[in-house]
Each structure stands twice: as structure tokens, then as C-alpha cells.
């Protein structure tokens, strides 16, 4: 997946506007870190979602002025970046485990994924648009060396690495825009049951009344890793 190319000017340029503008250095009674902006950029974005996300908004949420913004960082699609790959760190040490490990890694690992994304559900819809950065980055090499471990071949990795980032990525889409309520579930089953007819199978399994999003995500997981194991 490509970067996204990022135009305008360098920080450093940025900085020497800001200097000529104001004709002194960022304000030193709010000092402002990477770190900071970073994180108010999240509760921002947890509060507002992507279209509430400003610059002056977050210049606002940090008690800094606009321009002390743009001497961490170039733009807001940068913001975007690093909120995202912030949420998607993956803290669990990296151990090469045992062969037989595999699956519990993967699993492990992509429940932790799943539930990142769905704590910032914002995540969700940014990342298959955004550069991706070095805790995503972290994520998909870990993940692929625990299929190589599993003994997929290199020649399959990719599929594999691509159908796993697929599962998670459209079943935490899916659970956060899902927000029928009961009875709305209840008055949609009670018409597809007028048309049974029509729609004998998912009347039958009673599809629309199924929330149990947690149990779906691990069977779906375990029917693709079943899937990707070589055949022996």
C-alpha cells in the first residue's frame, strides 16, 4: 500500500513563516510537545470524529495559538497519521513463540486490533487511506512472521497478511455503523418473517437479530486461518 504524498512546505520553512509573522518564538506559557498534540488530536477525534478534527479546534483543546501547532507538525493530514498510528500500537512484547504458538499469536493479535479500532472508531475509516506508519507497519510484520511460522509459504503471504487486514478492518466497519436498536431489529426480523418466501435462509437463521459481534469476529477469524494453513 502506498504512502499518501505529502506537498507543501517543510517544518523548517514553516517555522521560519511563523517567526517572520509573529516575530518571536511559540508561546513559552502553554508548551506544547508531539506528544501533547497527539494526544488531543485522539480526544478529539474520539469526541468529534474526522469531519470535527481543526486545526484551530485542536490548537483550542492544547491552550496553544494555531501557528505553535505547525512548529510539530506540517499539516492536518499529518495529525491524521500519527493519531492513527498512535491508537494502533501494539504494546505485547515481540517473542518469537513457539511453532505451535502461531495461532494464539495471531488471535491475540488481532483481537487487539479489532478492539483499538472500536475504541476509536474513527481509526476504522481512516486507515485505508492514510500512510501507514511504523505501529502498523509493526503490526503487519508481526503478523507475518507468525504465518511464516504457521508454514505459509512466501509466495501466499501476501493473500494471507491482505485476507486477515480484510477480516478485521470490515468486521470493525461493520459493528461500529451498526446501530439499529432492538425494537428496530425486532420490526425488520418481523418482515423478513412476512417474507419467508422470498427470503427463506437469513429469515430462517434469524440474521438480523444476531449482535453477537464478539463470537462472529473469532469464528470468522478461525474459518480463515483454518482456510490459510498449507494442507498437509
Not at 501557528?67 to 507538525?73: A, C, F, I, N, Q
Request: net charge negative; proline share 4%.
Amino acid at each position: 500500500m502506498a504512502s499518501k504524498s505529502r506537498g507543501g512546505r517543510t517544518k523548517q520553512s514553516q517555522r521560519t513563516n511563523v517567526n517572520r509573522q509573529s516575530g518571536r518564538e511559540p508561546r513559552g506559557d502553554a508548551p506544547l510537545s508531539l506528544e501533547r498534540i497527539v494526544t488531543n488530536a485522539i480526544d478529539l477525534l474520539d469526541a468529534e470524529g474526522v469531519d470535527g478534527m481543526s486545526m484551530r479546534r485542536l490548537a483550542e483543546r492544547c491552550g496553544s495559538g494555531v501557528m505553535s501547532l505547525y512548529w510539530h507538525v506540517d499539516t492536518k493530514e499529518d495529525v491524521f497519521d500519527l493519531a492513527l498510528d498512535s491508537v494502533l500500537e501494539y504494546r505485547a512484547p515481540f517473542e518469537m513463540g513457539e511453532p505451535q504458538q502461531w495461532r494464539a499469536d495471531i488471535i491475540h493479535m488481532l483481537e487487539d486490533w479489532r478492539t483499538s479500532m472500536l475504541r476509536h472508531p474513527w481509526s476504522a475509516s481512516l486507515l485505508p487511506s492514510r500512510a501507514l506508519g511504523p505501529n502498523v507497519l509493526h503490526r503487519l510484520e508481526r503478523l507475518g512472521s507468525a504465518l511464516s511460522r504457521a508454514g505459509v509459504a512466501d509466495p501466499d503471504l501476501n493473500v494471507a497478511i491482505w485476507s486477515l487486514w480484510n477480516h478485521v478492518l470490515g468486521a470493525t466497519i461493520t459493528r461500529a455503523s451498526f446501530e439499529f436498536t432492538d425494537d428496530d431489529k425486532a420490526a425488520a426480523q418481523q418482515r423478513l418473517t412476512q417474507l419467508s418466501e422470498r427470503y427463506p435462509t437469513i429469515e430462517r437463521s434469524r440474521l438480523l437479530l444476531d449482535d453477537d459481534w464478539d463470537g462472529t469476529f473469532r469464528k470468522g477469524l478461525d474459518f480463515l486461518l483454518d482456510g490459510l494453513m498449507p494442507k498437509q
